[in-house]
């Protein structure tokens, strides 16, 4: 839905996330340079490790800052957010003319208070949200489709391969509960049935 596209520039929010390690990885398979944002060094280093050209700490560094000096000013053409609120004004900031914030959930809340909405037509933005479940069996089965067509090939071929921060047994699942909501992990933490 945010049209990025070969040659262009992509900020990744929450890079060590399962979508985040995804994300990076199929951006840099498609042709864009990839910035991510991660919560510690360490994420960092794993995020570029998987094809960012620039990882930046959000507890150590501003990531407008860091987009704008990276980018030369110009800022970069998508924003993939999972934050929400507490980044809209920032996310605006951070694209170029004609870019697109593309919102997929909201870890940082739904509702953002005094918004300058003027860079949206100033730099003629475009802001979508995306989600699976209100859409229709149609919608998915498409969705389904660009996946096998575009993505599969790329994990056939081990060009992009999912991030598993640890399998635990599904009577593990306090467990694994605890370990997400601590950010520790890097990647997709998987229950195991059986």
């Known amino acids: 839905?945010?049209?990025?596209?070969?040659?262009?520039?992509?900020?990744?929010?929450?890079?060590?996330?399962?979508?985040?390690?995804?994300?990076?990885?199929?951006?840099?398979?498609?042709?864009?340079?990839?910035?991510?944002?991660?919560?510690?060094?360490?994420k960092c280093r794993a995020c570029t490790d998987l094809g960012a050209k620039r990882a930046i700490n959000y507890r150590t560094e501003d990531f407008v800052d860091v987009i704008k000096a990276e980018t030369a000013k110009r800022g970069v053409d998508t924003v993939l957010d999972m934050i929400g609120a507490a980044y809209f004004q920032k996310n605006l900031s951070c694209l170029a003319k004609d870019g697109c914030l593309s919102i997929i959930a909201f870890l940082g809340g739904a509702v953002a208070d005094k918004v300058d909405l003027s860079p949206i037509m100033v730099k003629r933005l475009t802001v979508t949200g995306s989600t699976m479940r209100p859409r229709t069996a149609d919608e998915k089965r498409g969705i389904r489709d660009e996946l096998v067509a575009?993505?599969?090939?790329?994990?056939?071929?081990?060009?992009?391969?999912?991030?598993?921060?640890?399998?635990?047994?599904?009577?593990?699942?306090?467990?694994?509960?605890?370990?997400?909501?601590s950010s520790r992990h890097i990647g997709k933490i998987v229950l195991k049935l059986g």
């Open 1 to 42: 839905m945010a049209g990025l596209t070969e040659g262009e520039t992509v900020l990744i929010h929450g890079g060590t996330s399962g979508i985040g390690t995804t994300a990076i990885q199929l951006a840099k398979a498609f042709g864009a340079e990839v910035f991510t944002t991660a919560g510690s060094d360490e």
């Open 150 to 181: 575009e993505v599969w090939p790329l994990l056939e071929a081990g060009t992009v391969a999912p991030v598993i921060h640890t399998v635990l047994p599904f009577d593990d699942v306090v467990e694994a509960h605890r370990l997400m909501e």
